[in-house]
């Protein structure tokens, strides 16, 4: 799904109103429809909820929202930490429907007062500024943000949390910490990236009604990647493990057995067809003992239970027949099995995932990526990992920097992290929306990486591939974090989550796939 910044957001609704007659005040309507469902599902059966408004349209959001909200029964004040004399004309109408109904627009003052009232609120909704905010909060915004931040309940944001700058994800200031965000029509930048993307919560993006034509002419190669979207096609009834991909892992050595395991794992329970994994002699027997679907080989091994140089050559011939190989999980930063990597990037024609110590096996061997322009290589660094890769800090802008890498040496780079970023040497980009703490734990990378070679296995091309394996990879890290917590959770419990999140993927209509 295509981001779009500020300005695209303001031609677009300019377009639907002018070219094609849609009045504004409807889908200021659509807009307060869409976020009440929302507020309802926050409350939780908490009668009371509390609106803070600005001057502008996304105020005239939260006063028709709040309009609807005492509407479905519930007791609500709506505040305006704002200046009465800028109301727009469409936000000045929603007062005027709010007031036919008896409704109040309050002053907020952040008395003790109204601080207390809030308290007592099931749901807060944030429709102070939305995407117009470009300065830093101060005044009674400032405040009601604070007021919002410092309550027990939930905080629902209209389009952006305030205090966020819609197209960076910069915090300006002070912002709303939001457990739920309703976007409208497309997503905004700042909701996924830099601190914004820890701001948003959950990411609602609900239609109001601007033609679909519109919304396609939108222009931009950044995306966000959102479950909605996705879907894999039911398997042909005649197929057999053939068609679904001849996979090979390399990687492990002692002290690291369970990594190319865990990426095995998670290659089969994502549909692999058949998946080889390469490790040192005295791993296979660990390897052996867990892997019951894959089929784990010993490669020659050195003293201290890495590959030796000799490993690069039988696992070469081991790929013969392959269609994808992974290079990394629990490799180790030995000499020779750097050597071992290098030499097999240098060699295979396949296309490749390298991860972990596989990627670390380039430090200083730039060249050795570089060479491969033209195939499809693609790497899963986290921030550390990119530092010894290209020899610079990730720094703020981490889409910028996962692009320029990109770019420079024509590889996929899978940038992980809070809002994986996923960058094609033609610019384009993928900001990921799924995942949570719960995976910061050893062993998660290993399952995206299998999960990786399985779909680039089964002959995805890397465009759906790469973003679909990162948010499916999310999705079932926020299946375990819903069903046993975010302190409890293992990549084992990561993996055992797969088949559900892929069932309800299999056959979805209407997904548009990225």
């Not at 926050?42 to 509407?71: I, M, P």
């Not at 679909?468 to 993996?495: K, S, W």
């Amino acid at each position: 799904m295509k981001l779009a910044g500020a300005e695209q957001m303001r031609a677009l609704d300019q377009a639907a109103i002018w070219e094609r007659g849609i009045p504004s005040l409807e889908l200021m309507e659509r807009a307060a429809q869409a976020a009440v469902a929302q507020a309802l599902a926050e409350a939780q059966g908490v009668h009371r909820a509390a609106v803070f408004c600005g001057s502008g349209n996304n105020g005239g959001d939260g006063v028709a929202a709040a309009r609807l909200l005492r509407a479905a029964g519930l007791e609500v004040r709506c505040f305006l930490a704002g200046r009465r004399e800028k109301l727009t004309p469409d936000c000045r109408e929603m007062v005027r429907r709010w007031e036919e109904t008896g409704g109040k627009l309050e002053d907020f003052t952040g008395s003790p007062e109204q601080a207390a009232w809030c308290a007592g609120c099931g749901v807060l909704v944030d429709a102070l500024f939305g995407i117009g905010l470009n300065t830093e909060l101060r005044g009674l915004p400032l405040a009601a943000v604070e007021l919002m931040n410092a309550c027990p309940a939930p905080t629902l944001a209209v389009d952006l949390p305030s205090g966020v700058e819609a197209d960076t994800g910069q915090v300006l200031g002070v912002a709303v910490e939001a457990a739920a965000t309703v976007t409208f029509t497309l997503p905004k930048p700042g909701l996924l990236l830099g601190e914004g993307g820890t701001r948003s919560g959950r990411i609602i993006v609900a239609g109001i009604g601007i033609p679909t034509d519109l919304v396609r002419e939108v222009g931009g190669d950044l995306h966000g990647v959102f479950p909605e979207e996705l879907s894999l096609p039911r398997r042909r009834r005649d197929s057999h493990k053939g068609d679904y991909g001849k996979s090979y892992i390399l990687g492990g050595s002692v002290g690291y057995s369970g990594a190319p395991v865990l990426a095995a794992q998670a290659a089969v329970r994502s549909g692999g067809g058949l998946v080889s994994v390469g490790v040192p002699a005295p791993v296979w027997p660990v390897a052996g003992a867990k892997l019951d679907e894959a089929m784990p080989h010993p490669l020659p091994a050195n003293r201290e239970g890495g590959f030796s140089l000799e490993a690069a050559e039988e696992a070469l011939r081991r790929m013969e027949g392959c269609g994808v190989c992974l290079i990394g999980p629990g490799l180790g930063r030995s000499n020779s099995a750097a050597s071992v990597v290098r030499r097999v990037l240098r060699a295979v024609h396949l296309p490749v995932v390298l991860d972990a110590d596989g990627i670390n096996a380039l430090e200083g061997h730039i060249d050795v990526l570089d060479a491969r322009r033209g195939a499809c290589t693609v790497l899963t660094p986290h921030d550390g990992e990119f530092i010894r890769l290209s020899g610079a800090p990730v720094g703020e802008d981490r889409l910028a920097a996962a692009r320029a890498f990109a770019a420079e040496h024509g590889c996929v780079l899978v940038l992980k992290g809070h809002r994986t970023i996923t960058a094609f040497p033609d610019g384009a980009a993928y900001v990921n929306a799924t995942g949570n703490p719960g995976m910061a734990k050893g062993g998660s990378g290993d399952v995206l990486s299998g999960i990786l070679l399985s779909f680039l296995g089964q002959g995805m091309p890397p465009r759906l591939a790469v973003p679909m394996a990162v948010c499916v990879h999310g999705m079932a890290g926020d299946l375990c974090a819903g069903e046993l917590g975010e302190y409890g959770m293992t990549p084992g419990d990561i993996i055992g989550a797969l088949p559900r999140v892929l069932k309800a993927l299999e056959g979805r209509r209407g997904a548009p796939n990225l």
